[in-house]
């Protein structure tokens, strides 16, 4: 029989901010209302011993009441057959020490329900993989050929520059002209990367969309601090309650829809002015403690009622 042991291959609890993480919301509510164990590894610590795959790690608690808001408790090493579920929740880079974490999972996916699965977090590059969704975005292209870039900004003066596989708004440049010292040190840095027509509506605040078993489930818009066009909250934008319009909903639907089928369970995607910014979250999409702590809505609650846990 399976234990009652939820898994967690992500960052240390000690590195994470509860006011806002979901893998500490997800973590509370099926700890709490489910009685489930929570274990946490680092994927750095993640092995396949003997055929076995294990991880190296510690058992812990979670109580929001408390200032440490965890707790601790028995260190050990798990092989993660004996979890029911396991979430992969560290952030990117999606590097090759992320890759080859998926292929070690991969091993075990027929045996414990994993969160999103690792072949699919794989597949779906999240910034490659919304060029199937491009007709509902700003113009955009990937490349990493200078005279490509010149004729995009030709085109449309302002650009924002973007490294395809980072996160949280790290090293994202907005440029009102062409820059070519700048271009080659970005390419030089990141390869292919991604340039989009800048939006100045961005400074009103984008919409974060969560997408929970293909359903349309919440969102909420992030508006970024004076003088940035960065709407992540991780650089000071501010979280405000509200709602989809009917192109943004039906634009969700769709790639909800699409997402389920490539057995992605939980995404976050992201909307500026109605248009789709090209990021499809599938490696640790945030928000939900946010949502809840603006609307009283528990996606937490959602997401394990929908595994069934």
């Known amino acids: 029989m399976t234990n009652k042991i939820v ?4 960052n240390n609890p000690s590195k994470l901010n509860p006011v806002t993480d979901t893998s500490v919301f997800l973590a509370h509510e099926i700890q709490n209302k489910n009685k489930y164990k929570i274990f946490y590894y680092d994927p750095k610590d993640l092995s396949i011993i003997n055929s076995k795959v294990i991880a190296a790690g510690f058992f812990v608690e979670f109580n929001y009441k408390d200032k ?19 979430l992969i929740r560290q952030d990117p880079p999606f590097n090759l020490e992320y890759i080859s974490a998926t292929y070690i999972l991969d091993t075990i996916k027929d045996k414990v329900k994993i969160l999103n699965n690792p ?15 491009q ?33 949280s708004g790290n090293d994202i440049h907005l440029l009102n002209s062409f820059d ?12 292919h990367i991604m340039c989009q027509k800048f939006i100045p509506k961005i400074s009103k605040g984008d919409k ?11 969102a909420i818009s992030r508006v970024p601090k004076k003088g940035s066009f960065l709407s992540n909250m991780s650089k000071g934008a501010k979280p405000t309650n509200i709602k989809l319009t009917n192109t943004e909903n039906k634009i969700s639907k769709l790639i909800a829809k699409d997402l389920k089928k490539e057995n992605i369970f939980f995404a ?19 928000g939900l403690k946010t949502l809840y702590d603006l609307s009283g809505i528990n996606l937490a609650k959602t997401f394990w009622k929908e595994l069934k846990a």
Do not use: W
């Open 180 to 191: 070519l010292k700048l271009i080659k040190k970005f390419i030089k840095q990141h390869d």
């Open 135 to 167: 007709k509902y975005m700003p113009n955009t292209i990937f490349t990493q050929n200078i005279d490509e870039i010149k004729k995009f900004f030709k085109k449309n003066k302002q650009v924002i520059l973007k490294p395809i596989h980072s996160y």
């Open 208 to 218: 974060r969309v969560f997408l929970i078993n293909g359903k349309v489930c919440g």
């Open 68 to 86: 440490r808001f965890f707790k601790k408790l028995k260190k050990q090493k798990l092989e993660l057959t004996k979890c029911k579920f396991i």
């Open 119 to 133: 072949t699919s977090i794989r597949n779906v590059s999240e910034k490659l993989y919304s060029v199937k969704f």
């Open 268 to 286: 976050g995607i992201d909307f500026i002015d109605e248009k789709l910014n090209g990021d499809i979250n599938v490696t640790s999409p945030t």
């Open 7 to 10: 898994a967690i291959q992500g």
